[in-house]
């Protein structure tokens, strides 16, 4: 397996501009997990789904923020509009549901708003 | 509510000396700890992981972690640094809600800095 997939790796946006960030985990895996990296905040959950279906999202900052997955192979994490207070690296991650726990991560994608 | 905390922002060690990081956890249950390694510019890899047995566990790239329950400490060791170990380390403790599934708080993160 490739492992989790995202795209785009990096992406420089102006204030104001839609932002989509996508991702493909792992084959198999029941949960995806969405993070947000900064120097500020540290690594923080925004939502995760259970088999396609969103379980929290309290960790989601604003209403500007929403995310979907439409099938087990396919999630998107949508900043309307985005502003340069959004600028992080996104990661996304997946695991399975039983067993040891260990999620995998993908490469992140790293938003600039300008 | 769970909590991770990694006292250590920033560690600067010899290459060839020891490593021990500091993770310190609020959890009322038995956790399951790991420890995350993050490498610039990609995501976070697996280092080693706590269920249950034996408290001092062994991971990938020679280290190891012992779980200290009266501590409630799960700190990462290794004997000998080499300059590829400088990354940043995440602690993160895996919880689960009333009728929910495991979910993974993690710490802020140790960035080790390694000096030839």
């Known amino acids: 397996d490739a492992g989790v997939i995202q795209s785009p790796r990096h992406e420089v946006t102006e204030m104001g501009q839609e932002v989509t960030l996508r991702c493909k985990p792992i084959s198999g895996h029941d949960y995806l997990f969405w993070y947000r990296q900064t120097m500020m905040r540290g690594l923080e959950l925004l939502i995760y789904?259970?088999?396609?279906?969103?379980?929290?999202d309290s960790g989601m900052p604003e209403d500007r923020f929403s995310a979907k997955m439409p099938n087990a192979s396919f999630s998107t994490l949508k900043i309307q509009p985005s502003e340069p207070r959004d600028s992080a690296v996104y990661f996304c991650?997946?695991?399975?549901?039983?067993?040891?726990?260990?999620?995998?991560f993908g490469p992140g994608t790293r938003l600039t708003v300008l | 509510a769970q909590s991770v905390t990694q006292p250590d922002i920033h560690i600067t060690v010899s290459e060839g000396a020891s490593l021990e990081l500091r993770c310190n956890y609020s959890?009322?249950?038995?956790?399951?700890l790991f420890w995350y390694v993050q490498s610039p510019g990609q995501g976070l890899q697996l280092l080693l992981k706590y269920f249950s047995g034996d408290t001092l566990v062994q991971g990938i790239k020679g280290f190891e972690a012992e779980f200290k329950r009266s501590q409630s400490s799960f700190n990462l060791r290794k004997p000998s640094v080499h300059w590829s170990d400088a990354a940043e380390y995440f602690c993160?403790?895996?919880?689960?809600?009333?009728?929910?599934?495991?979910?993974?708080?993690f710490g802020r993160g140790t960035s080790l800095i390694v000096h030839p």
């Open positions: 959890y009322g249950a038995t956790p399951y």
């Open positions: 993160a403790v895996d919880s689960r809600p009333p009728g929910g599934s495991y979910i993974p708080t």
């Open positions: 789904f259970n088999n396609n279906v969103p379980i929290d």
């Open positions: 991650a997946s695991r399975i549901a039983r067993g040891d726990y260990e999620q995998f």
